[in-house]
């Protein structure tokens, strides 16, 4: 090479690097550039490049520098590109050590914080590559240059290196370590409809992560939709949880509270809880006998079904706000207005709470929508649907039984009249009920003992056929409450139902639960048929081993049918804007279905031994194992990089921990 390309290439050089040096000041602070002395490098096995930070700066910037697995970033000098780094490895040495100083003359040695004045090695992994002139992101596929300045970047600069989507369901803030940054996490729509999983141990975080996200859901934090097609929310709560929401959020002052603080402000601004929803509640004869009680208590008039619900409808709001109000909030309850609309399947027991805390009035309305089933609606195949513990042969049989005996005369109006019917054939041979069943269909006696004992868990349990002044209550029209729901919470109060039924009853709440997301699902189905779009739909499952178990964690015949029917309605779902949000506390708990199915994991602390199951990067394994409340690891599709780690506030919707009370 001539002198003159030399002058001419240094030339080139200097001008690039004083270039990359403008950039660093205007996208963030320079803490070190890439060494002189160690190369950087690309190859098949992947790229990485090593840099010093110098031990001022290392103190300043520990937070960032020292934590394996946390996100820096470099303008490399020959693109003037900005490169997101991972950090892979930090080395940290005395002075001792750097000058090789033998064993023996270390022994007599003192403590002597000089000897902590070096600089800190980094190995990182460059990831994405910015270029700021025409906004592309593309894969860092080109080695990074020597004296390239590293930088914090600041917190605009985070959402193009890292490439995060720039608009959907806001997660949450960007952590770095266990550090939030003031960069909101999406998650786009699209990717919500492959549904999600939330894990982490107790009180890591889930049920709290899940309703900060169905508030930014409700108030379209940060994405749109048309005007029209509002998401709408279905939870089923099995813990009251969610049934909390709707009250003012209540924060414990504890360590770290400015923290706390902080992220919510960044997320949700002046956003607060929810103050509306619809209830959808179980209604079982053992209800009905409290609430007759309860009416003679308050001296109501009990006669008409209207009576009832009104009854109903204070019954509820007093049982399930006001100790959580008067012990937890301080505050008092104003007046509590109960008024009963519609009809049959479109009845509905609109309330409205006034309560006051320090004087400041609120306001929560609520739609409760009676819920429970007539044998006379469902008799014919929804029978054999609504029960996920018949067997499939009890399932084609049903139908066939039910109407064999009535066209011979058996009066069946009720639940238990057929199943007194049923029994009356397997136990009295030589009755009509037997020769119909047996001898003329020829049904096994297994079938029929399993017809028995699943459509006697719904019998026992009192939600059939039960009587409310002077009406059989059956199941609301789910179809129209959905279509009419934009933007709206409906949570369906399975603890109530748990509440209400004798205690040595099957589980009845599973059965409910199931049902009404296959009505959801049918609703999309038939909607969709007919060519008709419906709004984002996001069903909430937490706890979901108790409705999905792993394979041995229940009935077989139940863990069989309920996988599949929940294989069908994920995969369908997604054509159909219908997603499903689950939470358990370990992989192995749920069915291996709901691991498959859900795309977005969201993982909060997690024991290491289980963290094996869901293929997370061995640098995530450890931080994960260890990670504070409501950190969490983001690992989905939707993401350029594969995984973020994210954070979330303590519930800006009432949560409360019961416990306490
Ligand atoms: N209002 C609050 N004030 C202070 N701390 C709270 C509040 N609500 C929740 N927390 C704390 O936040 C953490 C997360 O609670 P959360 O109920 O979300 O856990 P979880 O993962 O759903 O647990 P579980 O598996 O038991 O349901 C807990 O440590 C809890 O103590
Ligand atoms: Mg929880």
Same mark, same amino acid.
Request: glycine fraction near 6%; aromatic fraction near 8%.
């Given at each position: 090479?001539?002198?003159?390309?030399l002058?001419?290439?240094y030339?080139?050089?200097?001008?690039?690097?004083?270039? =990359?040096?403008r950039?660093?000041?205007?996208?963030?602070?320079?803490i070190g550039?890439?060494?002189r002395?160690?190369?950087?490098?690309?190859?098949s096995?992947?790229?990485?490049?090593?840099f010093?930070?110098?031990?001022?700066e290392?103190?300043?910037?520990?937070?960032e520098?020292?934590?394996?697995g946390?996100?820096?970033?470099?303008?490399?000098? +020959? &693109?003037?590109?900005?490169?997101s780094?991972?950090?892979k490895s930090?080395?940290?040495?005395?002075?001792m050590?750097?000058l090789g100083?033998?064993?023996a003359i270390?022994?007599q040695?003192?403590?002597?914080?000089?000897?902590?004045?070096t600089?800190?090695?980094?190995?990182?992994e460059p990831?994405l590559?910015?270029?700021p002139?025409?906004?592309?992101?593309?894969?860092?596929?080109y080695?990074?240059?020597?004296?390239?300045?590293?930088i914090?970047?600041?917190p605009e600069?985070f959402? +193009?290196?890292?490439?995060?989507?720039?608009?959907?369901?806001?997660?949450?803030?960007?952590a770095?370590?266990?550090k939030?940054l003031?960069?909101?996490?999406k998650?786009p729509?699209?990717?919500?409809y492959q549904?999600?999983?939330?894990l982490?141990t107790t009180?890591?975080?889930? &049920?709290t992560?899940?309703?900060?996200f169905i508030?930014a859901?409700?108030?379209?934090?940060?994405?749109?939709?048309?005007e029209?097609y509002?998401?709408t929310?279905?939870?089923?709560?099995?813990? +009251?949880d969610?049934?909390?929401?709707?009250?003012e959020?209540?924060?414990?002052?504890e360590k770290?509270?400015?923290t706390?603080?902080?992220?919510?402000?960044?997320?949700?601004?002046d956003?607060?809880?929810v103050s509306?929803?619809?209830?959808?509640?179980?209604?079982?004869?053992?209800l009905c006998?409290?609430l007759?009680?309860?009416?003679?208590k308050?001296?109501a008039?009990?006669?008409t079904?209207?009576?009832?619900?009104?009854?109903l409808?204070?019954?509820?709001v007093?049982?399930?706000y006001?100790s959580?109000?008067?012990?937890?909030?301080?505050?008092?309850?104003?007046?509590?207005?109960?008024?009963v609309e519609?009809?049959?399947?479109?009845?509905r027991?609109n309330?409205?709470?006034?309560?006051?805390?320090?004087?400041?009035?609120?306001?929560?309305?609520?739609?409760?929508?009676?819920? =429970?089933?007539?044998?006379?609606?469902v008799k014919?195949?929804e029978?054999?649907v609504?029960?996920?513990?018949?067997?499939?042969?009890?399932?084609?049989h049903?139908p066939?039984?039910? &109407?064999?005996l009535?066209?011979h005369?058996?009066?069946l109006?009720?639940?238990s009249?057929?199943l007194?019917?049923?029994?009356e054939?397997l136990f009295?041979?030589g009755?009509?009920?037997?020769?119909?069943?047996?001898?003329?269909?020829g049904i096994h006696?297994?079938?029929?003992?399993n017809?028995?004992?699943?459509?006697?868990?719904?019998d026992?349990?009192?939600i059939?056929?039960?009587i409310?002044?002077?009406e059989?209550?059956?199941e609301?029209n789910l179809?129209?409450?959905?279509?009419?729901?934009?933007?709206?919470?409906?949570i369906?109060?399975?603890?109530?139902?748990?509440?209400n039924?004798?205690?040595v009853?099957?589980?009845?709440?599973?059965v409910?639960?199931l049902?009404?997301?296959?009505?959801?699902?049918m609703?999309?189905?038939?909607r969709?048929a007919?060519?008709?779009? &419906?709004?984002?739909t996001?069903?909430?499952v937490?706890?979901?081993?108790?409705?999905?178990?792993?394979?041995?964690?229940?009935e077989?015949?139940?863990?069989?049918q309920?996988?599949n029917?929940?294989a069908?309605? =994920?995969?369908?779902?997604?054509?159909?804007r219908?997603?499903?949000?689950?939470?358990?506390?370990?992989p192995?708990?749920?069915?291996?279905?709901?691991?498959?199915?859900?795309?977005?994991?969201?993982v909060?602390r997690?024991?290491?031994?289980v963290?094996? +199951?869901?293929?997370?990067?061995s640098?995530?394994?450890?931080?994960?194992?260890?990670?504070?409340?409501r950190?969490?690891l983001?690992?989905?599709?939707?993401?350029?990089?594969?995984y973020?780690?994210?954070c979330?506030?303590?519930?800006v919707?009432g949560?409360?921990?019961?416990?306490?009370?």
């Amino acid at each position: 090479m001539s002198l003159e390309e030399l002058n001419k290439a240094y030339i080139e050089a200097k001008g690039k690097l004083e270039e =990359a040096l403008r950039r660093a000041e205007v996208y963030g602070k320079i803490i070190g550039f890439v060494s002189r002395l160690a190369p950087s490098r690309i190859g098949s096995d992947g790229s990485l490049v090593q840099f010093e930070v110098d031990p001022l700066e290392y103190f300043r910037s520990h937070e960032e520098v020292s934590v394996a697995g946390s996100y820096l970033a470099t303008v490399d000098v +020959k &693109t003037g590109e900005i490169v997101s780094l991972r950090i892979k490895s930090v080395e940290r040495r005395d002075v001792m050590s750097e000058l090789g100083i033998p064993e023996a003359i270390a022994l007599q040695t003192q403590l002597d914080a000089s000897g902590l004045v070096t600089r800190a090695r980094v190995i990182a992994e460059p990831l994405l590559a910015w270029n700021p002139e025409n906004d592309e992101v593309k894969a860092a596929a080109y080695v990074i240059e020597p004296q390239s300045p590293i930088i914090k970047p600041n917190p605009e600069v985070f959402e +193009k290196i890292l490439g995060l989507p720039k608009e959907g369901v806001v997660l949450g803030l960007l952590a770095i370590g266990e550090k939030p940054l003031k960069v909101k996490v999406k998650l786009p729509l699209h990717a919500l409809y492959q549904h999600m999983l939330v894990l982490g141990t107790t009180g890591a975080g889930k &049920t709290t992560f899940i309703k900060n996200f169905i508030v930014a859901l409700l108030n379209k934090l940060n994405f749109s939709v048309e005007e029209g097609y509002e998401p709408t929310v279905v939870v089923l709560d099995s813990t +009251k949880d969610y049934v909390h929401m709707v009250l003012e959020s209540f924060w414990k002052q504890e360590k770290g509270f400015e923290t706390e603080e902080f992220i919510a402000k960044e997320v949700f601004g002046d956003i607060k809880n929810v103050s509306k929803a619809t209830i959808v509640i179980p209604v079982t004869k053992q209800l009905c006998e409290k609430l007759r009680e309860y009416g003679k208590k308050v001296g109501a008039k009990m006669e008409t079904v209207d009576d009832y619900l009104k009854v109903l409808g204070k019954y509820y709001v007093e049982t399930s706000y006001l100790s959580i109000i008067e012990k937890i909030l301080n505050g008092n309850i104003e007046s509590i207005n109960v008024k009963v609309e519609g009809f049959g399947p479109l009845r509905r027991i609109n309330t409205e709470l006034l309560y006051s805390i320090l004087n400041v009035k609120r306001r929560i309305n609520l739609t409760l929508i009676p819920y =429970a089933f007539s044998f006379r609606e469902v008799k014919g195949s929804e029978l054999a649907v609504l029960n996920p513990f018949l067997t499939s042969q009890a399932r084609d049989h049903l139908p066939r039984i039910i &109407t064999a005996l009535e066209e011979h005369g058996f009066r069946l109006t009720t639940l238990s009249e057929f199943l007194e019917t049923l029994r009356e054939a397997l136990f009295r041979k030589g009755s009509e009920a037997y020769s119909i069943v047996f001898s003329r269909l020829g049904i096994h006696k297994g079938t029929v003992e399993n017809i028995i004992r699943s459509l006697g868990i719904l019998d026992d349990s009192g939600i059939f056929d039960v009587i409310l002044g002077n009406e059989i209550i059956g199941e609301p029209n789910l179809n129209i409450i959905l279509e009419n729901a934009k933007n709206e919470l409906i949570i369906v109060d399975l603890a109530f139902l748990k509440e209400n039924v004798p205690l040595v009853s099957g589980n009845i709440e599973n059965v409910v639960a199931l049902r009404v997301l296959y009505k959801v699902f049918m609703w999309k189905m038939i909607r969709y048929a007919e060519r008709a779009r &419906t709004q984002p739909t996001i069903v909430v499952v937490d706890e979901a081993h108790r409705f999905f178990p792993a394979t041995g964690g229940g009935e077989g015949e139940y863990v069989v049918q309920v996988s599949n029917m929940l294989a069908t309605i =994920a995969r369908l779902g997604r054509a159909r804007r219908l997603s499903i949000i689950f939470a358990t506390h370990s992989p192995k708990d749920v069915h291996e279905i709901v691991l498959q199915l859900a795309n977005t994991k969201i993982v909060f602390r997690m024991d290491p031994a289980v963290i094996d +199951k869901l293929d997370i990067p061995s640098e995530h394994k450890h931080l994960i194992s260890r990670i504070r409340d409501r950190f969490a690891l983001v690992k989905t599709h939707a993401l350029r990089l594969g995984y973020v780690l994210i954070c979330t506030p303590l519930p800006v919707a009432g949560h409360f921990d019961l416990s306490v009370m």
